[in-house]
């Protein structure tokens, strides 16, 4: 049994009359110990995914799934109370941006030892000693005095360890880090990313890593799901999907990569932008971009089509028309 | 932090020699003298009426009087009443009490309800409740205190009889005053004594219930719109969306989480509001024949006494100084990088 399985799921914004769907028919299965990572331009619902299955959409999205199982409990029926007790403990996020995440008016201490107390139970030496083995795991130099310390001393890297050190406080079965290190500095970056896959390995937990950086996803991860406009374009291993982008979505992301076009005078791109609320076209939503664009991908919409090590969602695979 | 304090404190200098000009120049340029008043509608000898002049020392040129009146001030001398003969600050000090007892009975109330309605309208955003807590603070912030204040006699104490008119305490009562509080007052009265004074402390809650609702109204209404404002902002706060990721429970996401930060911007206007606090009481003193500051204040107005007026005023805007340099400090504690701030 997989740890995380979503079939269909689909997310909507908006009024009932008018709503406006963020994700559409997702579908994504991460085993143990896995590492997934799921790219696409901003908008692409990446992120929504995520918080759907967090529970954090209380009261703003509509969820509508076939399944959206965690760990063999059903996400969907389970009441808010249930989920508070998977949330935080077994399920754990990293947010972007890590000099917002952290509560101004508590010590990091504080806010670690908090997710220990509730989901676990810790009090006293016990819980003060816990929280400063996470501040030590995740590498934070002089722990000890920093427990102490407000989130507005600590650089960005810092507030990201101390994030990290929150999430992973409860040993949870899955990481999901949500563009862990876009707002941090180039060196920091990858420090972090280090950090995240180093912890991964010891803990052996499942990690979603949310990126636009297809080069962290291509050297860190066994599968990514590249997402379009609230669809996955192409799910597959890596290096696979690296080696033979079936998607002309995929490949054109991966064109686009500077390092991919040395000695061109212009990087490669895609034309066009993602279609919005109220334009998205009734066939395949990459057709107004497509390259390789035919009649049927403007007439119809394409479903999941296996491929060699994952599936696709196009008319006319990359790989297929080659072979 | 330190040096905060002090910054804050040599602010003070000025402001308070602005105040004493305000009252001195004022009271002096309403038409009347204390004198005037005292002889009322008979006709005054006015060889008789410039000896009394002399003898309150109101003879000499305005520049002398303010000079004289200063140099009693930093000699620590507030003066005495023109019209009883008591100290000032004696006189400060006995009806001071009641009007505390007031003002933190309607600032309880105000900020209890203020803030309750405030983090209810925030979560429950849009719905009915939101709207109609909206809508009544901003009529109660719109409403003048006197009208307000009679339409809650007529109502409650004429009406349906339920609260007494006015003052503190039935006459049937005698009470001898310890602290000043009518509540505590009465209530160690009961102790004492349960046959003499049984059901005195029910009936100065009863005197004090519709003043400090009138008196808290405003308040009221100002703190439950920016607890409101306050709390949406900091909801869509990153911070807040880690805290639920952490599994949080709802109540411990608003209350510890959402509420705290929140709280930085509503501790500063409940601050304020003891100014407007100290400006009701003078109203809704008057209303209610409640034997306090504001309408001692209003008396001497009337009198032209021009001591009190001018050495109770500036009893009171001290106080309403004070007060706001406390929250200054307590803004501080509540905010981290301010503490922090050199």
Excluded at chain 1, 289 to 297: A, E, G, H, N, S
Excluded at chain 2, 226 to 237: A, F, G, I
Aim: glycine content about 8%; hydrophobic content about 50%; charged content about 15%.
């Amino acid at each position: 049994m997989s740890l995380l399985e979503i079939k269909n799921l689909s997310v909507e914004f908006g009024s009932q009359h008018n709503p406006f769907r963020a994700v559409e028919g997702l579908d994504l299965t991460v085993e143990q110990g896995e590492i997934v990572g799921i790219v696409g331009e901003s908008g692409s619902g990446k992120s929504v995914t995520m918080m759907a299955m967090m529970g954090l959409l209380e009261g703003q999205g509509r969820i509508v799934a076939d399944t959206l199982q965690f760990d063999g409990k059903d996400l969907l029926t389970i009441s808010a109370r249930e989920r508070r007790k998977i949330v935080g403990k077994d399920i754990a996020m990293i947010f972007q941006d890590p000099m917002t995440s952290l509560n101004p008016s508590y010590t990091v201490g504080y806010q670690i030892m908090e997710v220990l107390k509730i989901h676990q139970g810790l009090r006293g030496a016990a819980l003060k000693q816990r929280a400063l083995e996470l501040m030590e795991m995740v590498e934070i130099p002089a722990a000890a005095s920093r427990l102490a310390a407000y989130p507005h001393q600590l650089s960005g890297g810092m507030s990201q360890r101390v994030v990290i050190a929150m999430a992973i406080a409860c040993s949870p079965k899955l990481l999901i880090a949500d563009e862990p290190t876009t707002a941090l500095d180039v060196t920091i970056q990858a420090q972090i990313m280090d950090l995240l896959v180093n912890l991964q390995k010891s803990q052996n937990m499942a990690l979603i890593m949310i990126t636009h950086d297809l080069a962290v996803v291509a050297e860190v991860a066994h599968k990514v799901a590249v997402m379009y406009a609230g669809q996955v374009a192409e799910m597959a291993k890596v290096p696979g999907i690296f080696r033979k982008p079936a998607h002309p979505y995929t490949e054109a992301l991966l064109k686009s990569i500077p390092e991919h076009s040395k000695g061109a005078h212009r990087l490669s791109t895609l034309a066009g932008i993602v279609p919005g609320q109220y334009d998205r076209p009734s066939g395949c939503l990459l057709s107004p971009r497509c390259p390789y664009v035919q009649d049927k991908c403007k007439a119809q919409r394409p479903g999941l089509t296996a491929i060699e090590g994952g599936v696709v969602r196009c008319h006319y695979p990359i790989t297929a028309k080659e072979a | 932090m330190l040096s905060f304090i002090f910054r804050r404190l040599g602010l003070l200098v000025p402001t308070f020699f602005g105040i004493t000009l305000l009252t001195f120049g004022l009271i002096r340029m309403i038409p009347g003298d204390p004198v005037e008043v005292m002889v009322g509608e008979r006709t005054l000898d006015p060889q008789m009426h410039a000896d009394a002049m002399h003898r309150l020392g109101l003879d000499k040129p305005l520049y002398a009087q303010y000079v004289d009146y200063i140099s009693n001030l930093l000699h620590g001398n507030l003066g005495e009443s023109l019209v009883t003969k008591s100290s000032v600050w004696g006189e400060f000090k006995t009806l001071f009490p009641a009007t505390l007892e007031l003002a933190l009975a309607a600032m309880v109330f105000a900020v209890v309800c203020g803030l309750l309605a405030g983090v209810i309208a925030a979560i429950k955003r849009g719905s009915i409740f939101d709207h109609g807590v909206m809508g009544i603070s901003l009529t109660g912030f719109s409403m003048p205190i006197f009208w307000w204040g009679l339409i809650l006699i007529m109502f409650f104490s004429v009406k349906l009889g339920w609260t007494p008119v006015s003052g503190r305490l039935d006459l049937a009562y005698d009470i001898t005053p310890r602290t000043g509080f009518m509540l505590i007052d009465t209530w160690l009265a009961e102790a004492a004594d349960p046959a003499a004074n049984a059901g005195a402390f029910k009936d100065a809650l009863m005197h004090l219930i519709l003043p400090a609702i009138v008196l808290g109204t405003i308040p009221l209404a100002v703190i439950a719109r920016m607890t409101r404002s306050s709390m949406l902002e900091v909801l869509r706060e990153d911070y807040v969306r880690t805290a639920r990721a952490k599994g949080l429970s709802p109540a411990r996401v608003i209350f510890v989480h959402t509420l705290r930060n929140a709280l930085i911007p509503v501790l500063t206007v409940i601050g304020l509001q003891v100014g407007t606090l100290m400006g009701g009481a003078v109203l809704t003193e008057t209303i209610f024949s409640w034997p306090g500051i504001g309408k001692w204040l209003i008396d001497a107005i009337s009198r032209r006494d021009y001591p009190v007026v001018q050495n109770g005023i500036l009893i009171v805007a001290t106080l309403v100084i004070v007060t706001n340099f406390i929250v200054d400090i307590l803004y501080g504690v509540a905010n981290p990088r301010i503490r922090h701030a050199k």
